[in-house]
């Protein structure tokens, strides 16, 4: 402008820098925090155990203003945390503030294995590992593990790169079809079990097979089947098998259109493709809208057989939809609106017929009312919690003993499917209610954690008692998941990929482990170290799990060494203070000399000795796989893959302009890439 003079600032001008939240020392004090823990002015006064950060105490949000736009309220929302309730006395009067917990937001976008950006959302297990693993960071430990700088060689996954079919080995088929079927039990109904492995068998006797959606089928099908125990010969079938469906795919859509696709989709799960699988489970989506099958009157008009298969064909979208938005977190593709296939049968004498497929959509559509009803909403309240248990509590009525009688029979070749199906429904009932606690678990984990004590969070009233009963309910899921996983594991019923357990089984160990770093007690050692081992039997053929079970380590690593610093620095307080009876300990040493008690810095004992030996070769492993280890700091880049390799990717971080440590419970479940306004460029990572 012209007049108008600008004041250039020198670069000697001081810019004063204001942190997210200081310790209690500097606000009693009244000094200045550079937020840091633990930060300088305690350094100084050479009380670095003293400081310590208590989470901010902010008012509600007002209630948007009528007119403004929707996307300035989402704005201001996102920049709101979560809140902890331990409130003051003077501001406890209102009863809703008491009786509602905050949901956190843990929507994040992380790296793939290519370094690419994609979308996590709140409610998927890889988003509450992000934010278990900040509260380790910022509550625990920030130093658990050593950095490694090495990066493993990349390697792209292999294609078929043939023009002639692949052969097939007839001698092997029913095997591979057995497995197809174990693996997807419970998950997906796309074929007449009674005659599938008949017309398997007779098209592949056949000279010449036609490159249609059905042959696709039958090749995806092997696939799958093979994918656990030849890969080559499994890669070498799908990928010829997809380019068959994508050829084929026009206007004219028939089931197989529809099948094809969906067994393109598991397959990819299977392989750790993620967005891949979720990419073409749009298309078959699409085509099950295209000709009507999520009508059932329009599914009658083909006669009996036909509409049954099409009506469980779309409810093995569906269940397979919200399977993919809730371990996503993302949106479904599929809907109930004018939709009228039934998800239960009742037979002739009026009670509901045993049916894996329709047991299975009924609680993952309780799990769409949790993801909808909590995970879209701010807060959880207790009317809204007990709507969601009474809905659980029918489905259990219903089907739990059922289902656990059937997984806990002896198996035959014929019913191997009938019980990991029955499994993978189970898995899936626990993780539901492990969803709708999972915000109380972390409300009673952080005030425990800021307490620093176990009995810290015992409230006065018996609203913080309820809290802690979901609390208590989230880990026995949990518990319970893995007591079931682990029977069948030695039984040597779970074989094959089942990107399912895996997933469920992941956010089980995330539970447990966070359980016993909070003293829900030592007993969880145990079932964290069983769903360890569960890990470890899936990751023989599977990436993810590999990288799972290492993450599942470190956390249980981290918990123990806590635990033990812990009760160590509790004993010798006691020490300190009973050997004033009979002179246990030279006081006038014990001054002279600064101390003589063992301190947890310097106290090993042979118990955490053994897991530092431990963690280091964990560390070794991890860094052949690429996994950055600081603290679980870059553990979380990579394995959200669009293949099985693992290469190292970016730590993100740093673009989120926040400090090596998090200064309030607010920040651990902030989207970190919209920190600072959104004023963030994406250029080099997209």
């Not at 292999?158 to 029913?174: C, K, M, Q, R, V």
């Not at 593709?333 to 049968?345: H, M, P, Q």
């Not at 019980?419 to 984990?445: D, H, K, N, W």
Request: aromatic share 8%; charged share 20%; proline share 5%.
């Amino acid at each position: 402008m012209d007049g108008v003079s600008v004041r250039q600032p020198s670069p000697q001008t001081y810019i004063r820098t204001r942190v997210a939240n200081a310790c209690d020392s500097c606000k009693a004090r009244k000094v200045k925090c550079d937020g840091k823990l633990p930060c300088s002015y305690c350094l100084r006064r050479h009380r670095p155990s003293t400081c310590r950060y208590s989470p901010q105490q902010r008012r509600r949000a007002p209630a948007p203003i009528p007119g403004t736009p929707p996307s300035l309220n989402a704005h201001v929302h996102d920049g709101q945390s979560y809140q902890a309730e331990s409130r003051q006395s003077g501001s406890t009067n209102d009863p809703l503030v008491e009786e509602e917990t905050e949901v956190p937001r843990e929507a994040r976008l992380l790296c793939d294995a290519q370094g690419k950006l994609i979308f996590i959302g709140d409610c998927a297990p890889l988003s509450f590992f992000q934010t278990v693993r900040q509260l380790v960071n910022t509550r625990v430990d920030p130093q658990v593990f050593a950095h490694q700088s090495e990066n493993p060689p990349f390697r792209p996954p292999t294609h078929y790169s043939g023009n002639d079919e692949p052969g097939l080995h007839l001698a092997t088929i029913a095997e591979a079809i057995s497995t197809y079927h174990a693996v997807t039990s419970g998950l997906v109904d796309l074929f007449d079990h009674a005659h599938f492995v008949d017309e398997v068998g007779s098209w592949a006797q056949q000279t010449h097979r036609l490159q249609d959606a059905s042959s696709a089928t039958f090749y995806l099908v092997l696939a799958i089947g093979y994918q656990s125990s030849d890969e080559d010969r499994a890669s070498s079938y799908f990928e010829y098998a997809r380019n068959i469906a994508l050829n084929n795919l026009s206007g004219n859509i028939n089931i197989p259109t529809i099948q094809s696709f969906t067994l393109v989709t598991l397959y990819m799960l299977g392989s750790c493709q993620m967005n891949g699988a979720f990419l073409f489970f749009g298309i078959a989506v699409r085509a099950a809208y295209s000709i009507g099958l999520h009508r059932t009157e329009i599914n009658s008009r083909f006669g009996p057989e036909i509409h049954r298969q099409r009506d469980r064909l779309w409810k093995s979208l569906r269940v397979l939809d919200l399977f993919l938005s809730t371990s996503m977190g993302r949106p479904p593709a599929t809907s109930d609106v004018d939709c009228t296939v039934l998800y239960r049968a009742i037979n002739d004498d009026g009670h509901e017929t045993f049916d894996l497929l329709n047991a299975s959509a009924q609680i993952f559509l309780i799990t769409e009312g949790i993801v909808v009803e909590v995970y879209s909403r701010r807060k959880v309240s207790y009317q809204l919690t007990e709507g969601i248990s009474r809905q659980l509590r029918d489905w259990s009525m219903r089907w739990l003993q059922r289902l656990k009688d059937v997984v806990s029979v002896s198996s035959t070749e014929d019913d191997l499917s009938k019980i990991t199906g029955a499994c993978q429904v189970l898995c899936s009932y626990y993780y539901a209610v492990i969803l709708v606690s999972r915000p109380f678990l972390m409300y009673e984990l952080h005030k425990r954690l800021t307490d620093n004590s176990a009995g810290g969070f015992i409230g006065k009233t018996g609203i913080v008692s309820g809290k802690s009963k979901l609390a208590d309910a989230c880990i026995d899921a949990a518990s319970f998941m893995v007591d079931i996983l682990v029977n069948l594991t030695e039984r040597e019923y779970l074989n094959g990929h089942m990107p399912l357990i895996v997933s469920w089984l992941f956010a089980s160990s995330l539970i447990l482990g966070v359980g016993l770093l909070g003293s829900f007690g030592r007993i969880l050692e145990k079932y964290t170290r069983n769903s360890i081992m569960v890990l470890e039997h899936f990751a023989k053929s599977d990436a993810h799990a590999s990288q799972y079970s290492l993450i599942a380590k470190s956390l249980l690593n981290a918990a123990l060494d806590y635990l033990e610093k812990k009760e160590l620095q509790e004993r010798t307080q006691r020490t300190e203070s009973s050997s004033q009876l009979f002179g246990l300990v030279p006081r006038d040493n014990t001054e002279a000399n600064g101390g003589a008690h063992p301190t947890t810095n310097d106290y090993v004992t042979p118990t955490s000795a053994g897991r530092t030996l431990n963690a280091k070769s964990n560390d070794l492993f991890s860094g052949f796989l690429g996994l950055d280890s600081s603290s679980f700091a870059d553990l979380g880049a990579s394995f959200v893959g669009l293949s099985a390799s693992l290469p190292q990717t970016p730590d993100l971080s740093a673009l989120a302009g926040r400090n090596d440590v998090d200064h309030s419970f607010s920040d651990l479940n902030l989207f970190q890439l919209l920190d600072g306004d959104g004023h963030i460029d994406l250029g080099p990572y997209i």
